[in-house]
């Protein structure tokens, strides 16, 4: 069950007007205080461009804003309402992340997702939620945009970040909602895009000789419904292979195989111990060789499906799992795909792909002139049993920052911060993780502000040497 009774519209009306007192008792917004800045041509100049309009994007927006960092924008590829995944592609009943998990409120009590949703259901209907809806997620997230009044521009693609000085970066954007000219200045870039915003998704080079209409990758949008009655083949046992199958099987397709090379499902979720053990705020306190031992031993697992959600595709006439079952060879066919496994050869009409991502800042286009001067965990640790997806993984500093190569590319790089799932080698779960947010985003907020107040800080001091400005105004001396 996930509410008791009907959404009461007017209580949360008044949830809103509560929040906006508590934020103006913790004085926010309030007057900024950073140093405007122009371009070389006289051009405005952003103090932060966020790029990704998510769960993570909006909330850098309000830690910034707490921080009365006001000159900033929040920039998404997708129409308004539409950022992320959860009404998108993600197909998930609910969010994996237990419902008493708090995130991206900044431990404001009134802008939790529990006081949102006791303001329109009640506590009863806290009690009785399970986990949260990803439609209710979503919802959430347009009602903590539009209550916290976070600057954002959607339908803006960032295409490239150009550096143009030692602070200064021209992001060029395409889109509907780009600026007059393509593009703007800005002094520090936040990548908040999310876990595939450190890479790409994956897909196998066996499965690209088929017609591109004979699959999809999980992370893209499918017309299940055009699948009625069909048959599809899924290639993974992570998560999302079971989100989609379950899915599928409930717009009408007729046949969902879910094929894994293992020999059964995995059954230990490593997140579980991570939330509850003092690994979301403190793994990046780890010396490199536990973070990589630790890093390693986590991608080991795959995500195993929770409960319901495989419960859920079992439940159907229609699901089948094939354990010990990798598939060895993919063929177009007159009927469709046929699939080649250690145990024999099927036919399906779909291809679906639970395959993953890969993380390596080469595959990001808005990173082309930059990638080549980031560092990477194989630049900096050398382990006795190198794992290529932890090396090719950024090495960032404490507080997101991308860290250079050698010395000579430090200028490049000042200012560019990265807060997506490329994040984990170096910071454990923290970037486009739900469950380290709380954690992980006062340590991004500390480093953004901390170099907008130090790069300035000579002008700073010699205002601060300056400033005559009179407070106290009685008569004196007295008379």
Known sequence: MNHVGPQDETALERHTKRVLHDLACIDYPAKPWVRAHRGPAGEDVLDVAIIGGGQCGLAIGFGLLR??????????????????????????????????????????????FRAWWEAQYGAEGWGALDKIPRGEWMRYLRWYRQTLSIPARNNARVTLIEPV????????????????????????????????????????????????????????????AA?????????????????????????GVGEAHVFIRRPGLPRINPIRFME??????????????????????????????????????????????????????????????????????YEFDFLVLSTGLLTDTKLRPELSLLADSIACWRDKFTPEKPNKLIDDHPYLGADFRFLPKTPAAEDKLHGLFNFNYAALASQGLSGSALSG???????????????????????????????????????????
């Open 437 to 479: 947010f709380k954690y992980a985003a006062p340590k991004l907020i500390y480093g953004l502000v901390s170099q907008l107040f130090t790069d300035d800080a000579q002008a700073v001091i010699a205002d601060y040497y300056a400033y005559a400005e009179e407070e106290f105004v009685g008569q004196w001396p007295l008379a």
């Open 165 to 224: 000085s030692r602070g200064l970066f021209r992001l060029h954007i395409t889109g509907a909602g780009a600026p007059p000219g393509s593009s703007f200045l800005t002094r520090k870039v936040v990548l908040a895009t999310g876990i595939q915003g450190g890479g790409e998704w994956h897909t196998p080079d066996f499965i690209k000789s088929l017609p591109r209409t004979r699959y999809a990758h999980t992370s893209e949008m499918i017309d299940y």
């Open 67 to 112: 921080e009365k960092v006001g000159n900033i924008l929040v920039l998404d590829e997708n129409p308004e309402g539409l950022e992320g995944p959860w009404i998108t592609y993600a197909r998930m009943v609910t969010l994996r992340t237990p419902k008493h998990l708090t995130s991206i409120d900044y431990a404001i009590p009134s802008l939790t």
């Open 276 to 345: 509850n053990s003092g690994f979301l705020g403190h793994f990046a306190d780890l010396p490199d060789a536990a973070k990589y031992a630790v890093i390693d031993h986590f991608l080991s697992f795959n995500q195993p499906p929770t409960n319901d959600t495989y419960n859920r595709a079992n439940s159907y006439p229609g699901f089948s799992l094939h354990p010990g079952e990798p598939w060895l060879n993919v063929q177009d066919s007159p009927a469709g795909a046929q699939v080649t496994t250690p145990k024999g050869t």
């Open 227 to 251: 699948l009625k009655g069909k048959k599809i083949g899924i290639l993974g046992g992570g998560a999302s292979a079971f989100d989609n199958a379950q899915h599928a099987l409930g717009e």
